[in-house]
Structures are given as C-alpha cells and as structure tokens.
C-alpha cells in the first residue's frame, strides 16, 4: 500500500499541488512523520485497542481520526458479526479543540452504526467539553442517538448543562449530586433508572491488582 511519501512525491511533480504538496511536509518531514509508515495493527483481531496517550495534543486529533476511519472499515466489513466501538474521552473528538469534519465523521458512526450489527459507546468526564463545538449540536446528536445513557455523580455545573438537552426532573438532580461510587442514573428509552453497578471477582482482580478470595 502507499504511504503519505509516496503521495507527496506525486504532488511534487505538478507545480499545481504546491500548496497540498507544503501541507504534507509535516506528516512526511517533519514532527509528524510517524505517520508516514505502514501501519502495524492487526485489524482481524478480536479485541482492538488504539492507544493515543503519546500523540500529545496537536497530533492526537490525526491520530485518532485514522485509528477510528480504520475501525469503521472493519464494523462496515460483515453486518451478521456483532461488533462495538468504545470512544473513551470523546470530547476530543467532538469537542472545541477538534473541527466540524472530525465532529461529523462521529456523528455518523452513532447514526449508522446499528444497520451494520454493531454499538458505540461514548466516553467522558466533563459533560461540558462534549457540548463546546458549534453550539453544542454534535453532543446532543450522539446523546439523541444513543439508546442508553448513563450518568454518574455530577457537579452542579454539569448538571445544568445537561438539563438543556435531557428532560431530567428535579429529583434526578438532586440524586446526582449524591451519587456514591458505583451508582448511576441510567436513562433507557423513556425509563429513568437509579442503578448500583457491581464489579465481579474476576473484574476486580483487573481493577485492584491484587488477589479476590471467593
């Protein structure tokens, strides 16, 4: 397959693409040039995991951008196998720091991905940082999209921002504020339900790092 080096020197040929051949030069030159290799995952794997940690801030939207255009290729693969996405930290990717293109490409995977026999699963911490691009319309599109939304302890603050796009009661924000560890509020369909979550033995294990007795 060709690598970004192989397309930039294409572009050099044609004094017509200077200004796509100059905006490569970081991705093939440059800081960002680990980009221009041959990718090493193993997409027939059944667990894939893209770990962005090191792409550091200005190279993680690319970053993650590629890892989740590879993974829709592959849900788009066979729609008789069961498959899901887990997007943790997705403010980054529909947040202020990302752009409408990142944004919409999201957008898409929460609309669509159901008629190809898989899920998504959104991920964050902060309620505000998902509303923060272009008036918010990206964070409610995947909030109206998602069939199950789970919703532990928050600040007041997050509260607020969450009840102009969800139609919680005043109860429910009371108990949010009170949430302990574990528990949640999880809305399902038109079902508002307070829920205690219980890791297993063998979660705990992976959780603590150390021995459970039976």
């Known amino acids: 397959m060709p690598i970004l080096e192989d397309l930039y020197k294409v572009l050099e040929k044609d004094t017509r693409m200077q200004k796509f051949k100059t905006k490569l030069i970081p991705f093939v030159k440059g800081s960002m040039k680990f980009f221009n290799n041959y990718t090493n995952i193993k997409l027939d794997n059944d667990l894939i995991i893209a770990d962005v940690y090191d792409l550091g801030e200005d190279n993680l939207k690319y970053g993650m951008y590629l890892f989740i255009e590879n993974f829709w290729d592959k849900i788009k693969e066979n729609r008789d196998v069961k498959k899901a996405i887990y997007l943790d930290e997705i403010w980054r990717l529909i947040g202020v720091t990302s752009n409408k293109d990142v944004a919409s490409f999201i957008y898409k995977i929460f609309k669509t991905i159901r008629k190809y026999g898989g899920s998504s699963v959104a991920i ?7 509303f923060s691009l272009e008036n918010g319309v990206y964070g409610k599109s995947i909030l109206n999209n998602s069939s199950i939304k789970t919703f532990f302890a928050l600040e007041e603050e997050n509260i607020k921002i969450l009840q102009e796009y969800t139609n ?12 302990k560890r574990g528990e949640c509020i999880m809305f399902v369909g038109e079902d508002h339900i307070l829920t205690k979550i219980e890791c297993s033995k063998e979660e705990r294990k992976i959780i603590e790092g150390e021995k459970v007795s039976d």
């Open 124 to 130: 964050t911490q902060d309620i505000s940082d998902i």
């Open 168 to 179: 919680i009661s005043e109860k429910e924000k009371i108990e949010m504020k009170s949430l």
